[in-house]
């Protein structure tokens, strides 16, 4: 995201920047249902609250480039958080930042 220095120095703070950067990452529909997807299922305990890339294409049935994407946006941000384990990689919803987020969301009823 490109911002004005002057612009930047005085009204925009690191944390203005971040929220905007997942404000920005959450602006496609997909996205935000991959974030839903993740908190429900991450919200379980066990193996069942793990979540890989083939399971997000057979779920939302876009091919596995697209669905790469999308999560590597969320993953630029910091919402998405990876573990490889063998040939796959597994994802895990960044809670506190969603959080940060959503509090942040709260300040302007």
Known sequence: MRI???ITSRYINEADLKMAEIANALAHPLRVALVRYLHEKNSGKGVDNVTCNKDLV???DYSQSTISQHVKILKEVGLFQTENMDKFIFYHLNKELLQ?????LRLYP
């Open 4 to 6: 004005r220095a002057s």
């Open 58 to 60: 057979q779920l939302f």
């Open 100 to 104: 940060e987020f959503s509090d942040f």
